[in-house]
Each structure stands twice: as C-alpha cells, then as structure tokens.
Nanobody, 117 residues
C-alpha cells in the first residue's frame, strides 16, 4: 500500500525551530510535493511546494522562515521551520504526486506543530 508519511512535529517555544519530514512508502515521489497546514477553525493552506528539478514556492507569510528541500535519492522532502510564531500552530500535511504503481496524488496523515511558551 502506498502511503505518504510525515514526521517531526512537536511543541516548541516561539522563536524555535523544527524540521518536518515527508516520505512515501511503496512508491517514489513524482514532480510535485507540497506542505500544507490547517489551523483550528481555518481552511487548509499551501505553505510551500517543491518540484523535482528543485524550484520552490512559498506562502508570503512564511518566506524567509520556512525552507522546503528534497532529496530525490532518499525519497524525502523536508520543511525547515525557523523563527516559529504562535500563528504557525497547525497540523502540517504533506501532499505528493507519487509514481508507482500509478501516478496519483496522496495526502499524509499530518503532524501537529504547536508553538507556545
């Protein structure tokens, strides 16, 4: 069974950092992998995405603090989050195009990030 799996969330103080990881079991990433987040009572929003050639795009409010990267050999995508703010508190989801056995788009189960003192 093909699954997208996130990890790395947790409770951090304002100003702290986290690195979220996303991988896929049973398949390999396709071109697009994105990180989304959903805060309580709010819609899910795209935080950043990365394409297989390395081009990236970010939500304006996270530019300069979030960095998305990918390792195509290890089949991993990372989201480095620095200078965390309480408003970054949300469940963070990985959304990925996967290639095998068929090309499809999958969501992970999410990882909770809580920023609080």
């Amino acid at each position: 069974q093909v699954r997208v799996v996130e990890s790395g969330g947790g409770l951090v103080q304002p100003g702290g950092s986290l690195r979220l990881s996303c991988t896929v079991s049973g398949s390999i990433f396709g071109n697009y992998v994105g990180w989304y987040r959903q805060a309580p009572g709010k819609q899910r929003e795209l935080v950043a995405y990365i394409l297989s050639a390395g081009s990236t795009k970010y939500l304006d409010s996270v530019k300069g603090r979030f960095t998305i990267s990918r390792d195509n050999v290890q089949n991993m995508v990372y989201l480095q989050i620095d200078s965390l703010k309480p408003e970054d508190t949300a469940v963070y989801y990985c959304n990925a195009q996967v290639r095998l056995p068929v090309s499809e788009n999958l969501w992970g189960q999410g990882t909770q990030v809580t920023v609080s003192s």
